[in-house]
């Protein structure tokens, strides 16, 4: 079973920037999952920021933080990272990894968190001055 650990949180000034990790740990390999990013704000439901496949490595993106947050794949490093710029008070929130399972593993299900079946247990990040 894919295990997802989060790392990379913290807390930084409205401006910076923060480059988030997803590792799969205890011997589980992120080489061929899709990988999303959400993120749970206090008070607010999870939202999906990004994703990106397995297979074609294809991006996407919630319009909310186009131009602003990155995806990237290491498979050498088994990691899925998100870096952040020009981060916003708003962006506050814990970020959690997730991956999808069954027989199209390898393709991200949108930006649902419906179509996530592996979770990590997320990393805070906080915006603040």
């Known amino acids: 079973q894919l295990q997802l650990v989060e790392s990379g949180g913290g807390l930084v000034q409205p401006g910076g920037s923060l480059r988030l990790s997803c590792a799969g740990s205890?011997?589980?390999?992120?080489?061929?999952?899709?990988v999303g990013w959400f993120r749970q704000a206090p008070g607010k439901e999870r939202e999906g920021v990004s994703c990106i496949g397995g297979s074609n490595g294809r991006t996407y993106y919630a319009d909310s933080v186009k131009g602003r947050f990155t995806i990237s794949r290491d498979n050498t490093k088994n990691t899925v990272s998100l870096q952040i710029d020009s981060l916003k008070t708003e962006d506050t929130a814990v970020y959690y990894c997730?991956?999808?399972?069954?027989?199209?593993?390898?393709?991200?299900?949108?930006?649902?968190?419906?179509?996530?079946?592996?979770w990590g247990q997320g990393t805070l990040v906080t915006v603040s001055s």
């Open positions: 997730a991956a999808p399972s069954g027989s199209t593993y390898f393709y991200c299900p949108g930006l649902s968190s419906d179509g996530f079946n592996y």
């Open positions: 205890r011997g589980t390999s992120l080489d061929y999952y899709a």
